[in-house]
């Protein structure tokens, strides 16, 4: 059974960094796009990054595209997302997903790690 775990996630003051894994079992997702999405208190989940099987990176609005970068290992079957400059706004909790086939959209989903940014 395909799991997707995420990890990395705390509290953390503005300014700081953290990093999230992703770490997928059960099938490779090494042909296919992983996602990070995040949903914060009373708000809807929104769209985060992206990375294809071949590595093109797309982001969300915002400035998320200037301080959070993507990036997946294949042959570790895990996906990253490193969080600089973070401020109070991106306090949510962060999901990771994954397609089962190629454009079909993101059918996996992980349970979540929560990130907290202090002021």
């Known amino acids: 059974q395909v799991q997707l775990v995420e990890s990395g996630g705390g509290l953390v003051q503005a300014g700081g960094s953290l990093r999230l894994s992703c770490a997928a079992s059960?099938?490779?997702?090494?042909?296919?796009?992983m996602a990070w999405f995040r949903q914060a208190p009373g708000k809807e989940r929104e769209f985060v990054a992206s990375?294809?099987?071949?590595?093109?990176?797309?982001y969300g609005t915002g400035s998320v595209k200037d301080r959070f970068t993507i990036s997946r290992d294949s042959a570790r079957n895990t996906m990253y997302l490193q969080m600089n400059s973070l401020t109070t706004e991106d306090t949510a909790v962060y999901y990771c997903?994954?397609?089962?086939?190629?454009?079909?959209?993101?059918?996996?989903w992980g349970q979540g790690t929560q990130v907290t940014v202090s002021s």
């Open positions: 059960g099938r490779t997702f090494s042909r296919n796009a």
């Open positions: 990375i294809s099987w071949s590595g093109i990176r797309t």
């Open positions: 997903a994954a397609e089962r086939t190629v454009g079909a959209g993101w059918d996996y």
